[in-house]
């Protein structure tokens, strides 16, 4: 009988490799189409998802059990193996028997004697007992094959941390966890007490949040009707703080400048127009929600139901300078505070692109703070720790301007605890359980 589980798991790994699909896109699809569901859907996933997480230490125990580099396909079933054996705790024999027919079956029999091989080596010791061997000494790049991240990622890691060995390391064992699914009801149109008869939890910061243990997100009402969505508790609460901050005199049009595919966008707008008795939000207001990508745009014209959405580039301004008394900026970044959503994210972020962003968000960061008026308060976001994207890009666009004073955002945020020496704030997966989003508020003067 053909093991459909683990041929799924191998073809994904391939997909992943050859054309850069997305693991959570492609998995989903595969079980539909070839009718897996209980647990092989289970197994399939599991050996997937847990596979891709893992292949940087995998690969390194791979490279000390071999004499010469395993062709793609081969290293793609040895990783499946090696997952078997030393996360999964299959029994050996049959991690190594049915890796090793996979191979015989999709490459050839001359692989699947290699295969063979490696494998029975790999299962000669377990996981902590192969780390010390392979590991390099110095604490970087031993997180790095303990951990399963690349180097440039536990280095920015590490350094948004202070240099805490023991933190970085709980952080990125955690970015190794699959995240709960979070559910944000939208004031006005849903609530925690809906999302909780439909099965999910209260969520624990955010008063619109409500965890969803089981079940597809998209069965849940609320969310087919878009009156509330999957959306991570940090990304509602920094959403949440912008509104939270007082402003003096007008506060009626807000925008948030960079809104696909229209989370936060979704979130504000149910908030601006139809307020929060509950936060002591009146409602009334107006959101202008735009994205350089019509596409995107489209998707947050889908999702909000009173915004105004546009397609505009946040860098050449479509509205009037100081039109607004709010502007949210979630700015484009590496997503490094998200890694634990998607399973190959990791290995496909560049560190040469984090130049090209921070030029991007200095750019869009200075254009929203002339958007808003006087008096008005801009949120700049990012779902990135790395302090080149976050800490030093405020930093250095307030150097350039008198006419800006930055907020002490944990100021307005006072249910969430350790979120940093301030004046930003900065969520993080092993500390709160969510994106490792940054938050910075800043008011005009
Ligand atoms: C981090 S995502 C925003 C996520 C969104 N706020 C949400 O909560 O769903 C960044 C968005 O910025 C958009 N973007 C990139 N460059 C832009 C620009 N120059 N002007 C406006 N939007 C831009 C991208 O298309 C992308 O949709």
């Known amino acids: 009988m053909r093991d459909e589980a683990r041929n799924a798991a191998f073809d994904v790994l391939r997909a992943v490799d050859e054309r850069d699909a997305y693991a959570n896109l492609l ?9 897996l569901g209980g647990r092989d859907a289970a197994l399939a996933t599991e050996l997937a998802y847990g596979t891709l997480r893992g292949l ?6 791979i490279e000390y059990c071999t004499d010469r580099a395993p062709d793609p396909d081969v290293r793609d079933a040895l990783r499946l193996g090696a997952h078997q054996l030393l996360k999964m705790r299959v029994p050996p024999h049959a991690a190594v028997g049915t890796t090793v027919d996979l191979v015989r079956l999709r490459v050839g029999v001359g692989a699947s004697k290699f295969a063979n091989a490696v494998l ?18 110095d604490p970087v790049g031993h997180m790095s094959v303990a951990h ?34 979070t559910l944000v009801a939208r004031p006005g149109r849903s609530s925690v007490a809906e999302l909780q008869d439909s099965g999910a939890e209260a969520g624990r910061y955010s008063p619109y949040a409500a965890y969803l243990p089981e079940g597809d ?28 901050v007082p402003v003096e005199g007008r506060d009626e049009f807000w925008l948030d400048m960079c809104a696909g595919p229209g989370g936060k966008a979704g979130l504000l707008d149910a908030i601006a127009a139809y307020g929060d008795p509950d936060e002591g939000f009146p409602g009334g207001k107006h959101l202008l929600a735009a994205d350089v990508q019509y596409h995107r745009a489209r998707l947050v014209w889908q999702t909000t139901r009173e915004a105004s959405v546009i397609t505009a580039d946040g860098t050449e301004p479509a509205w009037r300078p100081g039109a607004f008394d709010r502007v949210m900026l979630d700015a484009p970044c590496t997503g490094l505070g998200a890694l634990r959503r998607r399973p190959e994210a990791r290995w496909r972020r560049d560190p040469a692109g984090v130049p090209g962003l921070g030029a991007l968000q200095r750019g869009l960061l200075a254009t929203a703070l002339d958007a ?20 030093i890009v405020v930093s250095d666009v307030l150097r350039r301007r008198e006419d800006v004073e930055q907020l002490d955002a944990r100021s307005y945020l006072t249910e969430v605890p350790d979120l940093g020496d301030g004046p930003h704030a900065q969520f993080w997966p092993h500390r709160h359980g969510m994106d490792a989003m940054f938050l910075a508020l800043l008011r005009k003067r």
């Open 148 to 181: 399963s991240h690349p180097r440039w990622i536990v280095s920015a890691f590490r350094d948004a941390l202070g240099g805490d060995d023991a933190e970085t390391a709980d952080l990125l064992a955690a970015d190794n966890v699959r995240p709960l699914v």
């Open 372 to 391: 808003v008026r006087p008096g008005g308060v801009v949120a700049y976001v990012t779902c990135s720790p790395h302090l080149a994207e976050t800490g």
């Open 120 to 137: 029975r080596k790999v299962a000669a010791r377990p996981l902590d007992d192969w780390i010390p061997i392979v590991a390099p000494e």
């Open 56 to 61: 940087g230490t995998y690969d390194a125990i």
């Open 27 to 35: 998995m989903p699809r595969l079980l539909r189409e070839r009718r």
């Open 217 to 244: 997100p998209g069965q849940v009402l609320a969310v087919a009707e878009y009156r509330a969505a999957v959306q991570d508790e940090a990304s509602q609460l920094v959403a949440l703080a912008l509104a939270r």
